[in-house]
């Protein structure tokens, strides 16, 4: 594996960390989006059976996928800081996010890639 200088690092890092919150700010927006929508949906209805249905299924969907979202956002920040946690937790949102095919396998990928270099550990020691 190709080692990364100092300087480098710190691009790919700023680079990274861009990534993990744009991308996981996106799975926020549409947690937002499905929780309106289905509700709004509910609420057009007219139907009170309908809408309760509706409402619960829009906030568990929006929430669980907010949940999903928010560790990258964190993530991201925490690189673009130098912290230490950051660089931990971005690891595991980077192997999580190997499921999440196509854009999470390439950022998760990209992650370790950068992330597991050697001069990693001494870019985000504390």
Do not use: C
């Amino acid at each position: 594996m190709d080692q990364l200088s100092q300087k480098d690092l710190q691009l790919h890092a700023s680079i990274l960390g861009w990534l993990l919150i744009v991308t996981h700010a996106v799975g926020l927006v549409v947690a937002v989006f499905l929780f309106f929508l289905l509700t709004g949906i509910g609420a057009a209805t007219g139907d009170g059976v309908a809408f309760s249905i509706l409402s619960v299924t829009g906030t568990a969907l929006g929430l669980f996928i907010a949940v999903l979202s928010l560790p990258g956002v964190l993530a991201g920040y925490g690189l673009l800081t130098r912290k230490s946690w950051g660089r931990l937790l971005a690891l595991v949102v980077a192997v999580l996010g190997l499921l999440n095919f196509p854009v999470g396998t390439i950022v998760g990928l990209y992650a370790l890639w950068v992330l597991l270099q050697q001069e990693a550990s001494y870019y985000f020691a504390a």
